[in-house]
């Protein structure tokens, strides 16, 4: 089973993209995260989103430090879609961005510093790139 990654594309600076990651599977039980891997470097965590919480309706939600108050990551059930509306776009957000399921269910393992170990299932990405 892969999660399909989509959205992508080149902008210049400053611009914006909104990603979406979709899936053949119930995506509304697992934390979802969203990686990026650019050239010649390992993939990292970027942001990530727990379930909906039964009681509250919330989620949580938690990002890489460099793209804390540009990126926002949301979950619509009905559509079965995750998105990454990504803001202010800069050069060095250029990468394959891919989305993936949490090995641990409902929780972001990590928080803020996602380790692609904790995730499970993962699928082609899309390439961002960002011109100066």
């Known amino acids: 089973v892969q999660l399909q990654a989509s959205g992508g594309g080149l902008v210049q600076a400053g611009d914006s993209l909104r990603l979406s990651c979709a899936a053949p599977?119930?995506?509304?039980?697992?934390?979802i995260g969203w990686f990026r891997q650019a050239p010649g470097n390992e993939r990292e965590g970027v942001s990530c989103?727990?379930?909906?919480?039964?009681?509250?309706?919330?989620?949580?939600?938690y990002y890489k430090d460099s793209v804390k108050g540009r990126f926002t990551i949301s979950r619509d059930n009905a559509k079965n879609t995750v998105y990454l509306q990504m803001n202010d776009l800069k050069p060095e957000d250029t990468a394959v961005y891919y989305c993936?399921?949490?090995?641990?269910?409902?929780?972001?393992?990590?928080?803020?510093?996602?380790?692609?170990?904790?995730?499970?299932?993962w699928g082609q990405g899309t390439l961002v790139t960002v011109s100066s």
């Open positions: 993936a399921t949490s090995a641990f269910g409902p929780r972001c393992r990590g928080g803020n510093l996602l380790q692609k170990i904790d995730f499970s299932r």
């Open positions: 599977i119930t995506l509304e039980y697992y934390a």
């Open positions: 989103i727990s379930t909906v919480d039964v009681a509250t309706t919330n989620v949580s939600t």
